[in-house]
Every structure is written in structure tokens, then in C-alpha cells.
């Protein structure tokens, strides 16, 4: 047979379709939702709902974009875009963090060109409009005498920070029970000091699908145990089930799973660190879930032995089994704190079917690259557990774009995917509200 | 004169749009069709054209899209994309050939992600669910006692074989004339027997315009002569012409054509095989022609010099010399087959302004490549013929996007254009009507 | 720090949409535009302006697209892409310029498919209907006896020369006041004979935004000292400042500029050569400003040193000391023209987010490369200078795609953006008047 055969590993062509330019509907088929069964097709590939996602959740709601260490010193800065906006993130002369709409109030150009960077005062290049980093209009060139500066200062974005993580609202009246979420979700964080960690590695990922798939793909672990070797090594695969559903051949791991929680929660009670789960998913703005867990292998840290990957162990740890301190945020975030380092997630969304996932590794301020710790080896889990699900997502997102795709039903270990939607599904309800 | 100039022989952009946004009114644009002239642009550039046409044409017909040696034996599979579907074709332990929508039924993901395999069951690659050849779900990891298997299987499209060719229907109610076309274009076909073929080479080309750009340049030979030197060794270029209207500098290539017809009636009928056009192409939902004719040249088969590309002839032939038996089927294919080959054409629309042409040569089971055939010589004749006329298809796109175009006149000789575009819009009539 | 992490002079990601496709009523945002300010977001960024304003602007208007030296002899051609249009512009037998939509009359095929080139008849390539360079058609294989070839002539397009300048209108009614503009404008051009000059080189730069932040770019130089280090080595940066208003580090500048003028009047009034301003910026269809001013430096050409980029001066100019005579058009063109050279500029748009700025130099017939000029310094400081607009203007467009994006004041060096846009407001308000 020649050679002109399209190669057998290869899809026939990558121009199928797996966005709708139909018209949708977006109210009914919030209305028409069932509880425990996916979402419908036009919530992943439409237009409408990429649009609606971006308004009703993303400009609305306590939105996770950064951490504390990527912007260590006054002036330096990182531009974040969400949807079509874009933000500037900047550390000012009092060591606070500023939140400013990118967009210079003369005509509109972008004033911080690059991802990340240093300045002195915030420039726009074309007319040389000056900001101070706390958005104040210092300068602009020939204008009339009634020119008001204090009317063109860069518009402010609410900003917050908990244990180092930094948190932004696009909205003029962000939810405000942040503080309630802040106050009970800090001491769970505070041992770990991430504030004082550096970023050690960042990778941006770009999947092939809607931000809820990549959102959905990462609340649940039906998917582990054959599709993440590497993760599996210290992540139980268990993870979700209830105990009369973990399957038999799963036993030895959840045996080695209660050995590994009951050490955990001695050495967390001997240190006074709490580790109880709090799982408040649903029901509310700013919905989370936080617990320590314990980890398989040396349960240490997420590594493919699960030894720690940075000898220089955070804050003043006297130990680096400490399992993991999991933490997430409806709708986009997610986060490990482990005694060697802290590793966060952000999925923002990009197009219907293309979702930004951003990781970034923090290790101890003073640890040393190359000597305390090894890059390759400190984000390879993680590296790969992100490229294998970005490939789930990407099937996904071309099998719900067919018109045949009917909703199927979660399974119990998907409980938290089912909360995740269910929690989308009011924030829409509330948002398309007369 | 620098360098700085474009090439003069280059178009100045590939920016320039050659699909449209603005709102377009199908409806109007179909009962404003004027019979004997050529679409409207709105046709062949918007997006609700397009989506019309996947809802309309091709998930209400029957459309062809493979051949049955494309999947000899039992767990052998092709994955076929339609608009926004995807389609597993799949032998199964019967020999049968079973056609199932391409996505789990629990969350959405495709199943088979190549496009072309072979497996024993189709396993979900994210959760692991498992159906079978026919779709019944087998294994669904995880679920509660509820769980229904028997309502979770593939769901199914309605497939259908002729003569070795696989058509496909995506509607729940498929049109019913296929069997009658079945009975009469089976006798055609028997002869040459593909079912007992071997794929000896297949080409996807992506022409640059919309689907039925590609067929009414497919129904006619008034762009033959000039556009096709390759074809033209042995494909009459007085195709479609009636006789008071062939030009004078073909009345050589006529006489040639009589001579050569009656050779091969006579031919035919010593061995029993039809020939006579059958023509139906509109008025019905299953519409086509079927004729065997002669070549020019060796009269065998398409090369340059008109000689066998293949020396182990097909079924047990005895002569090479049996012209061409050319069947097309409305909307999108067509197929010739020769005493030693099989050549299908499959287009199948992927945007507006997008189309994927697969061709497909098929040869004796028996033959060796290198031995008894060339690939090489084998498509060249139609490979050169899809590139021109991918090239006619794409200019027509780009001209008929401009908002001056006004539909032309068909010529006598583009008569089949007509039926297919009548063909068609008797099609969105009837799919339109309240 | 890992080398994962994105280069810190790259923006995150190219991936931040710029336009949008959240409905847009162009009536409401029309009506509520506050002079003195600029646009709103959606005039740059959505589907419905750009439409409204190939309708409404661009296929209205007299737009400038070509020059007659581009086109010297009979056959010769180039095409235009406008929008979704195509034209020819082909020089007949007679020596005028013909204009026609490159659209065949017959399905609708490009006729001529290079973006230049010479022919003799156009032949369409798909089936052979052949024109004549005024567009009758010649010729149509295998029609009936009832064909009349007099109604199938390529459409024509309104064209007009003026002063060497080619210059189209798509509509049927063009607008009547080009007659006015050309009488009062050709004396200005005439000295230049830019008929007898020959292209020496001609740039097409795609840049990333709206045509009108490229037009808006394009009529201030409150952006020129801090963007342009080669234009302002000749242009001299108080272009646009009001006396008053001109900051004192800019007075010595102002001084030379002074002094240049006075040398450049007299030069000018010797010769009997026109140079005061005629500014009709806005209140008309065809509006316009054209001046004769002073180059700084040597004061010849637009050099780094101000000296003749051509050692054969245009026409029979017995100095180089000339100035420059610019002109520019709404909505899309200016024109610098030189005792040395000639360039011109026209920005047409691709997409609302993507323009063509096409910009030709053009030398006395007789000029020999490399000989009487060097092309890179001929077109040194234009292709720098564009090659700044088109960041700025990328910068503008990702800007002004937020929706925090509040349009800011003009300042008063910004008044001809002012104008532009008034100018631009006034047409749409005529076009969607009832």
C-alpha cells in the first residue's frame, strides 16, 4: 500500500469542528439541567456560554491569578488576561499588591506590554501617559488647561491575598464572603509560609477544550488510576471513592491509604496543624474545599518515589512527611502545599474550546537550583498529569461537539463534579435572574 | 525595483474573507432560486448555509464514506467526520459492518481517537467505559446498583452496503428509496467485485471552497479540455456536450468516442454486463447515474496511454477493455470502476469554505505493489485532476464571496450541475417547509 | 528558576481575543458618541462595525488603491481586495484605467488571480469566458443561440485619476464632489508628474488592528517624538501643536521649523508652486487636507540626514529643496510628495482586527537602482516608521477589546482624529438614516 495513506495513529483531519456558531439558547438549558448527568453540548462549544462564563462567572466571582512570589519587589508586575481583559498585577512601594485594568484611559492602548517584568512608574508607549502603581495619573503631555488628572487614573480591579495566593474580582461588588472563606481556610496554609517561597517553575498549558471540562477533568479521580502513571505513584488512587465502591484490586492501596492517614493525622495533631476537611462546594459565592491528606510512597511530596524535591523544607518544618495540604476554589483553581513546596493551578479561559492552565512550583526562598533541587524533577509529575488530562479534555471537547452527544450520568466517585456544575449552574441561575 | 514587491505571481493576501457573517435568510434565498443559473453567494459562504446544509442534506441522505475493504477483517474500524459528527465504522465477529456515533455516553469524550485501527472491544480511553462491535455497553467502572447498562450503549447509525461501497444515514428515519436504487445499480456494480479488493492508496485533499462547489465542478466537463490534460487522455472531453453543440475542434475525439462505445457495447454484451445510463437526479431522496462507458486512448483504464494500471484485472476478467462503469450519487460522491481498479470520491464539508476530498484506489486482493501495479501511476491521473480542480474550486470560492457576484447562466454542457443544484434545493424545500 | 517559565519580553500568550462577537447595535453607539473623545470599544473590536463599515465607508467613498506607474502599459494589471470585493485595475488600449469586478460572469470564478501582472484579453481560467480589457465579454464556449454575450461584461467600478493617483468607488452613485476636490487639489500634485515616475518599491505590512486605529494613528504626531527616532529626524515633531502649546523642550525644533518654512515659501512662490493649507477635514464626502511643508535637516526628502534619496530629481525640479507636499484623504490614504520621490499609503481592511497598509515609493522613470538610488534608503524611514504604528496599533486594538476600555479625551494635538472621526460618524449617521 503507498504512502499517501494518512497514517493510522493520526485523526483524519483536525478541521472537524468542536465549537457551534448555532444559535443557543442559553437560559433553557440552564433551566432544563438534570442533576448528577453532564452538561449539554452548547455549554462547551457555543459562543453564548463562553460569553455568559466570562460575564456571570468570571468578572463576578473571587477568581484565583497569581501568588505572592511572582511579584516580589515594588514595581515588579505580571499582566493576566481573563477573557478579554486584561489585568496588571503590581507589587507597590508599601509592599502591597495592586490590581489595574490594563488599558491606558487616553485611547485605549495597552500600558504593560509584557507577562512579567519590573517598572518604575507605569509608561504607555504611544503618548507616554505615566500611572503611578497604584493607578494615579502623573503625567500626560499637552493637554488643556481643564484637563482633570485625578478623572484618568487606571481603573482599580479588587484585589485580595490569602496565605500568599492572590485573588482578584472583576466586579465592582465582589462577593464578600471571602472573608468568612479567608478566615477559615488560612491557618490550613500558614505553616507552609508560601509568601516566603520563590517561583521555582511555571508552565502554561494550553488545552483544546471549555474551562469547565478542564475544571471538570480535574474534580475527580475516576480517571487516575489509568490515566495518570506518574501521579498515581503518591496520589491514591482511591481518591472520590466511597469505601463500598473502591473496586477490589484497589484494596492494597487503600489499606497503605489508612496506614498513611493515621500517621499524617498524628504528625499534623502533634504540630497543631489542622487537617479536617471543610468542603463547602455549593450553596455559595465563594465555594471551596480544603483538607491534608495523606500521600502513597515515602508520602512526602509528589514526586514518582514521593520523596521530597526540594532538601530545603518550607517555613522551619522539621519534617517533610506532611502529606498534602489539598485546596480548591470554585470555578478555576486548585492547589497542593506540601512540606517542600507549593504548587498552584489556574485554568482561564482563552476561546469556547481553548482553556489556558497555568502551574507554577514555589520552593523555599534560599533553596538552590541545581543544588536543593532539581526543576526536571520537581514539576515532572505535575508536567505530565497536566499533558494527559489536557489529551482527556481534548477528546472530550470533540465528543460533545457532536449532535449526538447525550449527557450521561456521574458516577458516585464524581460527586464533586456534580457539585462543581451544580454550583455553575446557580451562579448562571442567579446571574440570568430577571 | 527592490525586493520589497510580492512575487507577481502571487495573490496580494490570503486574508481576503471568502465566507460572511452578515445575517443571510435561507428561506428566501431558496425560493428565489433562479432553475438554469448558478447559486447566490450567500450558498457557499455563510454559516447558516452551512449548518442548513449538515441539518438538511447530509444527516437526512444516505451519504457514502467508505468502501468495505477499508475494514477487511473483524475489529478493524475507520472514524469518519461529518459537519460535527463523528462515526465509527467497524466490522464486526459477523463480518457485518456497523456504524456507531463516535462518543461515550457517559461524558462525552470520542471513543476511537484514530482514524483508522483495529481493536477487539472499543475502550473509552478517560474513564474506561467499554462497549462492544455493535455498541452494547459492557463495562462501566464504579456505578450504583441502578446503573443500567442495556441504556447505555453507542448509539447507532443506519448503514448500508452496495456492491462493496458503505453508505451511512444519520437520520433515525433514513430515506427509503435506497433499496430500490440498490436492485438497479447492483447489477452494475457485481462484475467488478470491490468487496474483494484491497485498498492500494488513499488521498484527503482539503479544497478551498464549499462542499457543492466541489460537486458541481465534479457534475461537468465543460472545464475539461482546458482544465484537465491529464484526464483527457482518455476521458472524452466531449462529455455532456449533445451532438449539434460539440465544438468543431472535437469532432476528431467524437468519432473516436463512437467507435470506442461500440467496441464496448459489444463488449458488454458478449459477457452479460449492463451498460445503458440510468439517470435520476432529482426528484427523489436517493438520486444518482449509473452508465458504463468507453475511454479514450488503450480504452482501459485511467493512465496517460490509456493501458491497465494494474496487471491482475479484477473478479476474473478477460480483457482489460471495459471501459469505465461511472456511478455518482447525489450529494457527494462519485466512483469509477475500471477492469483492473476502483477509484471512490467521497466530499465531505468541513466549514463554508472548507472541504475534504478523499479518494480511494482500489486494486485485485491478489495484486502486489510493485509487481503487478505502481502506486504512482496508479493515482496520477486523478490525483493531478482533484489538485486542478481544488484550484478551480478554490478561485470560484474566493470570486463568489464578492458581494458583485451575480449568478451565470449553466451552459447545455453543465445540464448535471443543474440537476444537482435543482436536486438540492428540492431538498431544502422540503426540509424547510413548515 | 527553571527555563519553562515564558521569556519575560513575551506578552503570555497571543491568544486574548480582540474582537468580539457579543451583539453590538452600531445605531445606539453612533448616537451617543461624545465628540472629543475617542470611539467606544465595539467600533474596533466587533463584526457589525466592520461590516457596517465596508457598507457604509468603504464601498461609498472614492478610496484611494493604486497609482498609475503601478499599471504603466496596456494589459498591465493589478487587483484589489476590499472587504470581500475583488477589482482589476488593467490599463485598456486607449491608455486609461479601466476598473472591474473580478468576479466571472458566468459561476462566479476569480478571473484574474496574480495580484499583478500583464494580459492580453482576461481570460477566466475555469472555462474559458474570455473579456476584453473594458470588460465586454469576447467570448463563451457551448451556449444556446438565445446567449447574449452583451449582458455578461464584467461589472465595472467607478474609477478616477488625479494627478497620477488611482482612485475607485464601488458604488453605483458615487459621490459627485471628487470633481471639486481634483481641481483644487491637481495643482498641488502637478509639479510632481507622478505619471512619469516608476514604482521602486511597494511594502504590504498587515497590521493588527481596526483600519481606524491605523487611520486614527496615522493623523497625529503627539506620539511621533517618543515613536518615531527616523521620522522626526525630517518631520518635525510640533506637527499638530497649537503655538501656545508646544512644550519648551520642542522650541528649538519650533525655531528650525520656522525658518525652514520661510526658506520653503520662497522656494515655492519662485516656482509658482501652491503650498498653503486647504483643510477640509470633515461636512463632506470626499474630505481632504493638503499643504506643502518643511522637512527638517537638509530639508530635501524624507532621509536620517534630510538629503535626496534619489539623485534624479521628479519632473524638470532644478532644486530638491522642495518640502514635502502631503495630502491625505478620508478614510484610508496619504501621500508624501517629494522633489525626489513619491509615496504613498493606503490601509485597507482585512478583518476587524487586521488592515493592509500598503505603501509604494515611486522614483522619476529614468532613475537607475542602484545607480541614482539605493532602495533600502529610499524607503528607510517610511518602513521604520510603519513598522512603529503597526505595534502601536496592535497595542490599541488588544486594549481597547477590554470591557473596562472607557474611551479618554483627545488632546488638542489630536485634532485632525478629531476630525477623522467626525468625519467617519457623519457618513454612518447618512447611512443609517432612515
Known amino acids: 500500500m503507498t504512502t499517501v495513506l494518512p497514517p493510522a495513529s493520526q485523526p483524519v483531519t483536525t478541521d472537524h469542528p468542536v465549537t457551534t456558531d448555532q444559535p443557543v439558547d442559553p437560559a433553557a438549558l ?21 460569553d455568559l462564563d466570562i460575564d456571570a462567572i468570571f468578572a463576578k466571582h473571587w477568581i484565583f491569578v497569581a501568588t505572592e512570589p511572582e511579584i516580589p519587589e515594588p514595581g515588579d508586575f505580571i499582566t493576566v488576561e481573563l477573557g478579554r481583559y486584561s489585568v496588571i498585577l503590581i507589587r507597590d512601594d508599601d509592599g502591597g499588591v495592586q490590581a489595574l485594568h490594563n488599558v491606558c484611559r487616553h485611547r485605549g ?45 487606571l481603573k482599580k480591579v479588587a484585589a485580595r491575598t490569602l496565605g500568599g495566593l492572590i485573588f482578584i474580582c472583576l466586579s465592582p ?14 491557618p490550613y496554609l500558614a505553616p507552609h509560609r ?3 517561597t520563590k517561583v521555582a517553575a511555571q508552565v502554561d498549558l494550553v488545552e483544546e477544550g471549555n474551562w469547565k471540562l478542564v475544571m471538570e477533568n480535574n474534580r475527580e479521580c475516576y480517571h487516575c488510576e489509568a490515566g495518570h502513571p506518574e501521579l498515581t505513584c503518591t496520589f491514591f488512587p482511591t481518591y472520590g471513592y466511597a469505601l463500598e465502591e473502591i473496586p477490589p484490586r484497589l484494596m492494597p492501596a487503600h489499606a497503605r491509604y489508612l496506614a498513611a492517614e493515621a500517621h499524617l493525622e498524628r504528625a499534623c495533631t502533634e504540630r497543631g496543624m489542622p487537617f479536617a476537611p471543610i468542603e463547602e462546594l ?63 493551578f489556574t485554568a482561564l479561559p482563552l476561546a469556547p474550546d481553548r482553556t489556558l492552565v497555568r502551574t507554577t512550583w514555589h520552593v523555599h526562598r534560599d533553596a538552590v537550583e541545581g543544588v536543593d533541587y532539581d526543576p526536571d524533577i520537581l ?44 454550583w455553575y449552574i446557580e451562579r448562571l441561575e442567579e446571574h440570568l435572574a430577571p
Chains 1, 2, 3 share one sequence.
Open 30 to 50: 440552564v433551566a432544563r439541567r438534570r442533576p448528577g448527568y453532564a452538561l449539554e453540548g452548547p455549554f462547551y462549544t457555543s459562543r453564548e456560554f463562553f
Open 109 to 153: 492602548s495597552r500600558v504593560l506590554l509584557d507577562a512579567k517584568g519590573s517598572v518604575g512608574n507605569l509608561v504607555c508607549s504611544y503618548h507616554q501617559w505615566t500611572y503611578a502603581a497604584d493607578g494615579r495619573l502623573l503625567h500626560a503631555g499637552d493637554q488643556p488647561p481643564t484637563f482633570d488628572k485625578g478623572c484618568f487614573g
Open 173 to 186: 461588588a465582589p462577593p464578600p464572603d471571602f472573608d468568612d472563606v479567608a478566615e477559615r481556610v488560612a
Open 194 to 196: 508560601l509568601a516566603e
Open 282 to 344: 455549593q450553596g455559595r459565592s465563594t465555594a471551596f474545599r480544603v483538607q491534608r491528606e495523606a500521600l502513597d510512597g515515602a508520602g512526602e511530596s509528589y514526586t514518582r518515589d514521593g520523596r521530597a524535591a526540594s532538601r530545603k523544607l518550607l517555613a522551619d518544618f522539621d519534617t517533610p512527611r506532611l502529606g498534602r495540604l489539598s485546596l480548591h476554589f470554585q470555578p478555576n483553581s486548585w492547589f497542593h502545599f506540601l512540606a517542600d513546596h507549593v504548587v498552584t
Open 379 to 422: 514539576t515532572d509529575v505535575w508536567r505530565m498529569t497536566n499533558e494527559q488530562d489536557g489529551a482527556f479534555v481534548g477528546r472530550t471537547q470533540a465528543g460533545v461537539s457532536s449532535p449526538a452527544f447525550e449527557p450521561g450520568p456521574y458516577s458516585t466517585n464524581e460527586y464533586q463534579v456534580d457539585a462543581l456544575v451544580s
